[in-house]
Nanobody
Framework: QLQASGGGQVQPGGSLRLSCALSGRPFSNYALAWFRQNPGKEREFVAAINWNGGMTYYGDSVKGRFTISRDNAERTMYLQMNSLKPEDTAVYYC?????????????????????WGQGTLVTVSS
């Protein structure tokens, strides 16, 4: 099970940290990812991290502002979001394909992911 939390409302330029708690499967052996989605739009790849945190990948729209990380001992993945913009407003989801590494282009495609957490809403507004 993947459980996302940490969403909320923040002003433009602000920061939030999302968490994704892992339970029930050996998710610590899997690469993990964050996606986001707005109503009527496709789910968008945000970031991914391999099983040991040694490799990270980012979508172009968040590169340089967001940082993905994980703590396997705590069975938690994080997304530190800085310099938030109104266009970052979305429901954020954590997910895994079920493999230890994350490969392009599969990591960009929501259909490749077998396990999903429930979303957490991030609203960036003044």
């Amino acid at each position: 099970q993947l459980q996302a939390s940490g969403g909320g409302q923040v002003q433009p330029g602000g920061s939030l940290r999302l968490s994704c708690a892992l339970s029930g499967r050996p998710f610590s052996n899997y690469a993990l990812a964050w996606f986001r989605q707005n109503p009527g739009k496709e789910r968008e790849f945000v970031a991914a991290i391999n099983w040991n945190g040694g490799m990270t990948y980012y979508g172009d729209s968040v590169k340089g502002r967001f940082t993905i990380s994980r703590d396997n001992a705590e069975r938690t993945m994080y997304l530190q979001m800085n310099s938030l913009k109104p266009e970052d407003t979305a429901v954020y989801y954590c997910a895994t394909e079920g493999y230890s590494e994350s490969y392009y282009p599969d990591r960009l495609s929501p259909s490749k992911y077998r396990y999903w957490g429930q979303g957490t809403l991030v609203t960036v507004s003044s």
